[in-house]
């Protein structure tokens, strides 16, 4: 994973940047108890998505890099078959 992607997925996943908007949200507009679930509820979606998004860029990651870890030790085991 690159510094950016891991920095991107950190940055839209801390908890803490959820909470607080969804409170000023409900207190500015006055909303009820009920559509400040909603509203939390939603926003909770989003987080969710964002996390399924990282698992997988990891997923897709982790596969590119056993692909080239079995690929370096095809080549090694040719060399060692060669000498």
């Known amino acids: 994973m690159t510094d950016q992607m891991r920095q991107r997925c950190l940055t839209r996943l801390l908890p803490g940047d959820v909470e ?14 009920r559509e400040w679930y ?12 964002d996390l399924q998004e990282c698992i997988c860029e990891l997923l897709i990651k982790n596969q590119q890099l ?3 870890l079995e690929s ?3 080549k090694k085991r040719e060399e060692f078959k060669n000498v």
Do not use: F, K, N
């Not at 607080?20 to 108890?33: F, K, Q």
């Not at 909603?38 to 998505?49: C, F, N, P, T, Y």
């Open 20 to 33: 607080p908007e969804l409170d000023s949200i409900a207190h500015a507009a006055g909303r009820d108890e």
């Open 38 to 49: 909603q509203a939390q509820e939603r926003a909770r979606d989003v987080l969710i998505g």
């Open 66 to 68: 056993r692909w080239l």
């Open 72 to 74: 370096e030790r095809s």
